[in-house]
């Protein structure tokens, strides 16, 4: 079974800063891209950043741009973002997204296709 857990979420100042952990399980994490969606209230989910495999080679949605970084640490199944001068805007939940195998239905954003997301951790962004 395929298990995403995110952490790190709260509720911090306009111009602030968070980082969200990924913890994957039950997957083949060192070889699929990983990524992260939000979803903002009465708005639909969106991407917002992936990485390939081996960590060389990411892309953000246009509104995050310079501001968030994601990483990730292939030998403890981790993904992280790091979340720079945070705004309202950003206000939202979080999902941690994995790689959908060939056979499993999916949603292209960037250049992977998610077919895994996680519970979700809420990251709220004050003025």
């Known amino acids: 079974q395929v298990q995403l857990v995110e952490s790190g979420g709260g509720s911090v100042q306009a111009g602030r800063s968070l980082r969200l952990s990924c913890a994957a399980s039950?997957?083949?994490?060192?070889?699929?891209?990983m990524g992260w969606y939000r979803q903002a209230p009465g708005k639909e989910r969106e991407g917002v950043a992936t990485?390939?495999?081996?960590?060389?080679?990411?892309y953000y949605t246009d509104s995050v741009k310079g501001r968030f970084t994601i990483s990730r640490d292939n030998a403890k199944n981790m993904v992280y973002l790091q979340m720079n001068s945070l705004n309202p805007e950003d206000t939202a939940v979080y999902y941690c997204?994995?790689?959908?195998?060939?056979?499993?239905?999916?949603?292209?954003?960037?250049?992977?296709?998610?077919?895994?997301w996680g519970q979700g951790t809420q990251v709220t962004v004050s003025s």
């Open positions: 039950g997957y083949s994490f060192t070889g699929n891209c």
């Open positions: 997204a994995a790689a959908a195998p060939n056979w499993r239905a999916g949603n292209w954003f960037g250049n992977c296709r998610f077919g895994y």
């Open positions: 990485i390939n495999p081996g960590g060389g080679t990411t």
